[in-house]
C-alpha cells in the first residue's frame, strides 16, 4: 500500500464530507489501510490519496480503530488561574513540544508544540459510522496524534515546523 508522500499534495486542506456514500467509502478505505500499518497510531484521508476530513486513529485502550469525520478539537487544558499558579501548576503543563514522525515522510523526525489535554469530536451533520469515537475528551498521547491529524486535514505537516 502506496501513501502519499508529496508535500504539494498534503498541503492541500481537506474538503468537508457531507455524504453518506462517500463516508462509507473512504472509512473502508482508512480501515483497510490502517490493517496493513500496525504500527501506525493514525492516518488521514489525504495520506491515502483522498481529500475529505476524515481520519483513522488507534486510540489507547480500544481493540478497534476509531474514526473522525469533520472533525472539531478545543483545547481541553486551559491555562492555569492565579490561584492554580500558586498551588504549582504552570503554562507548561498546558502545552509542550513532542517529537513526532510522520507516515508521509519517511526517515526524518520533528519538533511539534501540541496541547497535552484537548476536546475533539466528529461533526457528523447526520451521518452515521460504527466506528465513530465516543469519547470526546483526549490526553496524551491520543491528544497528540489527534492534534497531529487534524494538521493533516488542515493542509499542515509536522516539517513546517521545524526539524529535529
Request: some cysteine; glycine content about 8%.
Amino acid at each position: 500500500m502506496k501513501l502519499v508522500t508529496n508535500p504539494d499534495i498534503l498541503h492541500q486542506p481537506c474538503e468537508e464530507i457531507k455524504d453518506q456514500k462517500l463516508l462509507n467509502q473512504r472509512v473502508v478505505k482508512l480501515i483497510t489501510t490502517m490493517k496493513f500499518l500496525p504500527n501506525a497510531k493514525g492516518l488521514a484521508d489525504n495520506q491515502i490519496g483522498g481529500k475529505h476530513r476524515i481520519f483513522a486513529i488507534r486510540l489507547e485502550g480500544k481493540k478497534t480503530v476509531s474514526i473522525f469525520v469533520n472533525p472539531t478539537s478545543k483545547v481541553g487544558g486551559l491555562p492555569p488561574t492565579a490561584e492554580e499558579s500558586k498551588e504549582g501548576f504552570s503554562i507548561d503543563e498546558v502545552e509542550g513540544t513532542f517529537t513526532e514522525e510522520c507516515l508521509s515522510i519517511k526517515g526524518r523526525a520533528y519538533d511539534v508544540n501540541r496541547f497535552y489535554e484537548i476536546n475533539a469530536v466528529s461533526e457528523t451533520n447526520g451521518l452515521t459510522c460504527p466506528y465513530f469515537a465516543n469519547e470526546t475528551h483526549f490526553t496524551g498521547i491520543d491528544a497528540q496524534c489527534i492534534q497531529h491529524e487534524i494538521d493533516h486535514l488542515n493542509g499542515r505537516l509536522i516539517s513546517d515546523g521545524g526539524a529535529k
